[in-house]
């Protein structure tokens, strides 16, 4: 027999984990039911349960790309567990909007709709909606083009300008932007607000739920709570932090590591909330993913506590990088034994150009911003720290082109292996690569630039720099030194005796730590690398 998660309110000691074939709901095929009912929310039900592979139409279907196949029956879904078991679902029939489809919200538009449920998403951005409407993916993202398509066929996804299409959903996902304040540290929450004012104007149907998934400083889902409640009170709110990778998204959004759901404090089980809640994320919670329920201010700083914390711990070995570059000690042998000491781990830990992207940089500024707002700015000091740490390795590599080409880069040509944030990703916001390459440019040098996946959006943000499509090679032909800044596969797989003759002078500097030293010594290159000054 099923065993619901535990629920022990909003306050307290709300973690409960949902193990494999744990889920709230109702077992199939003659199980005992206990339906979750959000019919009182004017939602449906919802019922799910372990089954050890046999169902309705007594076939075990094959697990898909996304981990859940669907049945003859339509809705009904099959999962394997985490211990090798099958679940089937009867996923609700709920109609779920997605505000903002940008890196987060088609993500999440797509795989809600690969789950099984009706899903709208809406954007401000007409050109974003019409490449997603027509089945392309406006950004790189491995994946999650097959499973748009996939979706946009079955007619469960659809995408839209307008906020009307939105209104008679029954949850509303918030996944838009939350960047950095121009000329500030806070987050911009500019976008959220006009979301949450749009969704209100539209009229929002009776016991809707709006979740907000935008990474917001501690203090938004209360504030938000209250705007709810005075100007749409047949609305609830929940908190729904989200942890994707860019480059590992679609898995990520399908098989996260853990879900948090914040509520509000006076929340009870059968909260259209909650209920909403475990209804959206039944066939995850039931394959064995962990949840934490807790109340909306725990919820908002999951979030930012997860970046502020990879984010110190890059920066702690690149500070170590530092301290090898002046000891002579080699960061990477100095990570590498620190990895073997399971309190520390080796996730996180190689040194290098250091972070940046659309969330760690400005989250952890964000987060100091709001601490200090609440008077406990010194707990955070050492964010400021972290993110100096981690703009200070930019330095590094600009003064080392700089010295290695004679004090002036002025008139050198230098190439760029890379120009997004991190590989597998199309995004450069806040890239270490391109700041560094754009830094050189002004410095006076010629600077040309590849990347495997971020020219057309590089192109766009930095017109002054030269770009390539020709790969390594044609960035590096003539190129006095040669910087290896995001550490696609395809660099790393470099062949440097190939690529020894197209450059003036065979110099790499290794931003990432990444290539092999001894092979490319081999060709004839002279290897640098960050934190490890007799590499
Ligand atoms: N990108 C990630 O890996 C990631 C991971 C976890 C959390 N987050 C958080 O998710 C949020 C979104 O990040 P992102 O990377 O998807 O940003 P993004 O810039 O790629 O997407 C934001 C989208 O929101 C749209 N938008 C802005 N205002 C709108 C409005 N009023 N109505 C409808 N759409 C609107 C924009 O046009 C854009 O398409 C941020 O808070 C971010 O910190 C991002």
Known sequence: MTSGPTWTGARGAETSQSGPGEASGTPLGGRQARPATIASAGLVSYTSGP??????DGVVHPRSDSGFTRSRLGRLLVSTNLDGS???????????SVVGTGYLGATHAVCMAELGFDVVGVDVDADKV????????????PGLEELLRKNLEAGRL?????????????????CVGTPQLPGGHAADMRYVDAAVSNLIAVGLKAGSVVVGKSTVPAGTAARLAEWLARDAPQTHLAWNPEFLREGFAVDDTLRPDRLVFGFADDITPDSPAVVAMEAVYGPLLAAGVPV?????????????????FLATKISFINAMAEVCEATGGDVLGLARALSYDPRIGGRFLAPGLGFGGGC????????QARADELGVGAALGFLADVDAVNLRRRDRVVTLV?????????????????????????DIRDSPALAVAERLRRAGATVTVYDPA??????????????????????????????????????????????????????????????????????????????????
């Open 402 to 426: 700089t010295e290695l080409l004679g004090g002036d880069v002025t008139g050198k040509k230098v190439a760029i292996l890379g120009a997004a944030f991190k590989p597998n990703s199309d």
């Open 86 to 96: 099958a679940t089937s679902y009867d996923v609700a029939p709920l109609r779920l």
């Open 292 to 308: 934490v329920r807790t109340d909306f201010a725990t919820a908002e700083l999951v979030k930012v506590a997860a970046n502020a």
């Open 51 to 56: 089954d050890r592979g046999t169902r309705d």
């Open 454 to 535: 971020a020219l057309a959006n590089a192109r766009r943000a930095y017109p002054e720099l030269n770009y390539t499509d020709e790969g390594a090679t044609g960035a590096a032909r003539g190129a006095h030194v040669v910087a290896h800044l995001t550490e696609w596969m395809e660099f790393r797989e470099l062949d440097p005796a190939v690529l020894r003759p197209v450059v003036a002078t065979p110099l790499l500097i290794d931003g990432r730590n990444a290539l092999d030293a001894r092979l490319w010594r081999e060709a004839g290159w002279t290897y640098h690398a960050l934190g490890r000054p007799r590499a």
């Open 360 to 367: 760690l940089p400005k989250d952890i500024r964000a987060f």
């Open 158 to 174: 659809t995408f839209s300008t307008s906020f009307a299409d939105a209104a008679d959903a029954d949850v509303h996902f918030v």
């Open 130 to 141: 019409a490449r997603l409407a027509a089945g392309v993916v406006p950004f790189f993202e």
